[in-house]
């Protein structure tokens, strides 16, 4: 490759030796990592690896037991966030983008804002922020509140900041979770653009299609230690996945059901604001993907049928008995459980622990005349651990120390505690690594063959057709079309999606 | 997940009338107040004396208010102001009598105030304790502080000379409403113009982008709660000075009152924020109901009843109004 294409490769920044200890536990252990100016170099590594600690130690949130940190062959202390600044290193954080309650102008000037003797330059400012904003090609008003921007527009201020601080080196953690395709390509022009002004791009992603699309080199974190790096041009994500999991990437998607049973799930006329009369059947051994674009109506389905949002009209049976009333109880009592899609918002309680979490929809079932049985609420979190392999220290451990993975089995232990008949899934591996996400099928899997009938909705497409028996495309509120998964590829698909003949 | 974090702010946008109604909502309750007592008790309600009473009864509630807007502001709240409105002016009493000079006195008092600002602050901001038990906490001891003070007892006896402050006035106009006046107007600039305060909102915000834009956020913590405390300690003086006495409680109660009227002010605002114009109005309808109360005769513990339901009231319409979608 660097005959093809010559490159600097002084490396600019150079981590070394890394090692952190977080109450004994080791996220780091020897992590390395070499970037060089005007590159995109992506971090990869399954949830846990070390990635977020190390992308934290170089945004000098983390102080590290031990190891060097070099920028220019020189030795950095990063004792803090301003420290990190004045090294020349800044990192974009999708979820910690920008204050809401501020204007964008002064969104990009955060830290910096241009003042004489104590008081704010409104005119500097101004300038400060158009131009930072032109250098990326964006006409975002600087008197517009941010916090009533649309994604991509709050990434685009908070990369403007950035610029504002002329880093040399970019950290990038995920900056893609909540952007559109085309959203996405436009931030990978402007990534490209600032590389080769020669700013060195540290880019995060579990999205590995992004990384090959993207990357120059990468580099793999495993168990806190660098396990790999190179060329993205000369390897492949067989390698790449090898590397992160450290064992051969079993087929991602557990096979098909042979055949499936009667009908457990009904749907008749059901409509919401903007669902409007679908009618769906779900047998049992049979898992329905829901496709759609964002805001088609597929995760409302979800949520009409759940009860955690009422229906304006339709029936919905379960095993042939119509659910009798419309709240989220009458659908729990007739056996309908639900996964919401934000997994940190309506899925887990953070602070409980791992039995607080598996155990509160269960609590009648545990007690005796309103006393809960401690003794069975463990018994249920230890089984529940064992069957559904959730990585903790055990029944105590607060679930925000999981991994998203983990979390993620928390909440369908938690609802499948009550062995439901129906079971609607929302994104159920958004934010997952790799093994866990294959963990996660096989066990969707496993309840489907049981006799659970599996309602899923994904905004992957290969997760959509990979797991599904078949896939239901909605559009505006309507179902579109259906398709047999094992015949529908990719494109079929989203030309559905969009409203194009299929 | 970022989407969760951002908080969309609904006001109907098609209907200007409407629009004014949810963002002058504050505003019409005040012109709305000022009708009904205006037509309950013209002959006494509307008269420049009952105005001038009005702007006193508030004056030092509008400056431990602005205090309070502050650390607000900055997403914090201090639950001690009263108590170290109270301490303030009970230091600076005390001295008197032991026979300080007045200006020494008074900058005593103003230290006793700021070092319970930055007491909060560092307990805050530094050992991490919530803003709501830690001033709970100091408003504990500092009211205990008050009581060691006065020796539980009403002081008596201070110098002629001290009395300017509170009961003079200067064209016809309570010395009180000047000192509001000033600590309003810079109150005001300061969050509006300056770096500090800028960094202020960018806090209230959240905190932790601001700390990853470089904003050294114990330090504009610690300082917006000294703040607070400096300015409890200017209120708490001048009511002293009013009043000629000092009491072991005599301004914890405008705690909930300053707090309150932060409440309502921010309401004032689309995004929701704590703002000094809209803490003014707060504290003036708090001024103008208790006044009214009293002129048509209601007593003061239905007042008190009455500021309850309408802190609710105030806030169940913001959280209304930036509900997300």
Redesign the interface.
């Known amino acids: 490759m660097n005959d093809a294409k010559p490159v600097n490769t002084a490396d600019l920044l150079v981590v070394d030796g890394l090692a952190k200890d977080f109450d004994g536990v080791r996220a780091l252990r020897g992590a390395q990592l070499e970037v060089r100016a005007g590159e995109i170099h992506a971090l990869l590594g399954e949830n846990g690896a070390g990635k977020s600690t190390l992308v934290k130690v170089l945004a000098g949130m983390v102080h590290p037991d031990s190891g060097t940190i070099r920028l220019d062959g020189e030795p950095v202390r990063l004792g803090s966030p301003r420290a990190a600044e004045r090294a020349g290193i800044a990192v974009l954080h999708q979820e910690l983008a920008i204050i809401p309650t501020l204007s964008v102008a002064e969104n990009i000037a955060l830290g910096h804002t241009p003042s004489r003797g104590g008081f704010v330059s409104w005119s500097a400012l101004s300038r400060l922020a158009r131009t930072q904003l032109e250098r990326l090609g964006q006409s975002i008003p600087i008197d517009r509140l941010a916090g009533g921007l649309s994604p991509i527009q709050q990434t685009m201020i908070a990369l403007a900041r950035t610029l504002v601080t002329e880093a040399r080196v970019l950290i990038l953690d995920e900056p893609t979770a909540a952007l559109t395709d085309s959203e996405i390509t436009r931030l990978f022009e402007i990534l490209r653009k600032l590389r080769d002004e020669g700013v060195a791009i540290i880019y995060v992603s579990h999205r590995l299609e992004e990384v090959f699309d993207l990357s120059d080199r990468y580099t793999v974190m495993r168990n806190g230690a660098t396990v790999a790096t190179g060329e993205i041009a000369s390897t492949t994500v067989d390698d790449v996945i090898r590397a992160m999991v450290g064992r051969e990437p079993g087929e991602l998607y557990p096979p098909r059901a042979a055949s499936t049973g009667p009908v457990v799930l009904e749907v008749r006329g059901v409509a919401g604001s903007r669902v409007g009369g679908l009618d769906l059947q779900v047998h049992a051994g049979e898992i329905v993907a829901i496709g759609g674009l964002a805001g088609s109506g597929r995760s409302e389905l979800l949520r009409l049928l759940s009860g955690a949002q009422r229906r304006s009209s339709g029936d919905v049976l379960v095993d042939g008995r119509k659910v009798a009333g419309k709240g989220v109880a009458a659908s729990l009592a007739a056996g309908i459980a639900y996964v919401p899609e934000e997994r940190r918002a309506h899925g887990v309680d953070l602070e409980g622990t791992v039995t607080d979490n598996i155990t509160v929809a269960s609590l009648r079932e545990l007690s005796t005349a309103g006393w809960m049985s401690a003794r069975r609420a463990l018994d249920l979190t230890r089984r529940s651990i064992a069957a559904f392999g959730i990585r903790a220290h055990g029944p105590g451990q607060p679930v925000g120390q999981l991994s998203g993975g983990n979390q993620q089995k928390v909440v369908l232990a938690k609802v499948l505690a009550r062995a439901p008949r129906v079971l609607l899934v929302d994104e159920p591996t958004r934010g997952i690594d790799v093994g866990a996400r294959a963990e996660i099928y096989r066990l969707l899997r496993q309840l489907s063959a049981a006799g659970t009938a599996i309602v899923l909705v994904s905004s992957d497409l290969p997760e959509l057709i990979g797991l599904a028996d078949r896939v239901i495309v909605v559009r505006n509120g309507r179902i579109v079309s259906e398709l047999a998964a094992h015949t529908a590829d990719e494109e079929t698909v989203l030309a559905g999606f969009y409203g194009k003949a299929s | 997940?970022?989407?969760?974090?951002?908080?969309?702010?609904s006001v109907p946008t098609s209907n200007l009338p409407l629009r004014l109604l949810w963002q002058g909502g504050l505003i019409v309750a005040l012109l709305l107040l000022i009708v009904i007592f205006g037509a309950l008790r013209p002959e006494v309600f509307l008269t420049v004396g009952n105005l001038r009473n009005i702007l006193e009864q508030v004056a030092i509630l509008s400056i431990i208010a602005a205090a309070q807007t502050v650390v607000m502001v900055a997403g914090d709240f201090d639950l001690s102001v009263g108590a170290t409105a109270t301490l303030s002016g009970a230091v600076v009493a005390s001295l008197l009598i032991a026979g300080w000079a007045l200006p020494l006195a008074i900058v005593v008092g103003l230290l006793v105030g700021l070092a319970a600002g930055l007491t909060n602050g560092v307990l805050v901001a530094s050992l991490r304790l919530s803003p709501f038990i830690a001033t709970l906490a100091t408003m504990t001891s500092i009211g205990g502080l008050a009581y060691i003070v006065t020796g539980g007892t009403t002081l008596y006896g201070l110098p002629e000379e001290f009395f300017w402050i509170g009961q003079s006035r200067p064209l016809e106009i309570p010395m009180p409403i000047f000192f509001a006046a000033v600590v309003a107007v810079i109150v005001w600039v300061v969050l509006r113009?300056?770096?500090?305060?800028?960094?202020w909102?960018?806090l209230?915000?959240?905190q932790?982008?601001?700390?990853?834009?470089?904003?050294?956020v114990s330090l504009a913590r610690v300082l917006a709660f000294g703040v607070a405390g400096l300015g409890a300690a200017i209120g708490g003086i001048i009511l002293v000075s009013r009043l000629g006495n000092a009491t072991p409680t005599g301004a914890n109660h405008y705690m909930l009152y300053a707090i309150a009227a932060v409440f309502l002010g921010m309401t004032l605002l689309?995004?929701?924020?704590a703002n000094l114009p809209g803490t003014l109005v707060g504290v003036l309808i708090i001024g103008v109901m208790s006044n009214g109360l009293n002129i048509v005769g209601v007593n003061s513990y239905v007042q008190q009843l009455l500021i309850g339901i309408i802190i609710i009231a105030a806030v169940a319409l913001s959280a209304l109004r930036t509900r997300r979608h």
């Open positions: 997940m970022a989407q969760a974090d951002t908080v969309s702010i113009f300056t770096v500090i305060g800028r960094r909102y960018a209230g915000g959240n932790d982008v601001a700390r990853l834009a470089g904003i050294n689309r995004s929701g924020q």
